[in-house]
């Protein structure tokens, strides 16, 4: 896998900020690529809009990314949306929802978000349109996990920001 970037995709919610990943040789982020191809699609649009609320308002404006939200655990990686989750006096019931999102929640206040696509069969690996993105964001997660774990990267403990051990806010892995 090549280099990539961890960039920022938004901060303007209240309580989440939440990154994703570009490739060094593209203009788009994997994010903004899987809600490129669903934008306005037919069969899945209203499952994009549903997921995009899911980030957006609810993690980011009601409940943080409680860890609750993340319990669909693909290897490294983690699938959105969950398929049940309590918060306090929310509940979320997606069980046959056809779209997966894939991310690496860092903490309460930060997500970072991949690619992701339908959900067709069983398992994301058997899903033809979801195999890549599932091993694509398995990567990223890992090489995350590792950064952070190196101490390469760390959390910016007086705001949501993820910067280099220099404290540079621009991030290749």
């Not at 669903?38 to 209203?46: H, I, L, P, V």
């Not at 069980?95 to 991310?103: A, G, I, T």
Request: net charge negative.
């Amino acid at each position: 896998m090549n280099t990539f970037a961890l960039e920022i995709w938004d901060d303007e919610s209240t309580l989440v900020t939440f990154y994703t990943v570009r490739m060094e040789d593209n203009d788009l982020s994997e994010t903004d690529k899987f809600m490129l191809k669903f934008k306005g699609d037919a069969q899945y649009g209203s499952a994009l809009q549903e997921m995009v609320s899911l980030l957006l308002e609810v993690m980011g404006e009601e409940q943080g990314a409680h860890p609750a939200f993340f319990s669909r655990r693909e290897n490294w990686a983690v699938a959105l949306p969950p398929s049940k989750a309590r918060i306090g006096e929310i509940t979320l019931n997606y069980p046959e929802f056809p779209l997966r999102l894939f991310c690496y929640r860092v903490n309460d206040e930060l997500v970072i978000l991949f690619n992701g696509g339908p959900k067709t069969a069983a398992s994301a690996q058997g899903s033809e349109d979801l195999n890549m993105p599932f091993l694509q964001a398995n990567e990223f997660a890992r090489r995350i996990g590792k950064a952070f774990d190196d101490k390469l990267i760390v959390v910016d403990q007086n705001s949501r920001v993820i910067t280099d051990f220099q404290g540079n806010t621009e991030i290749f892995l």
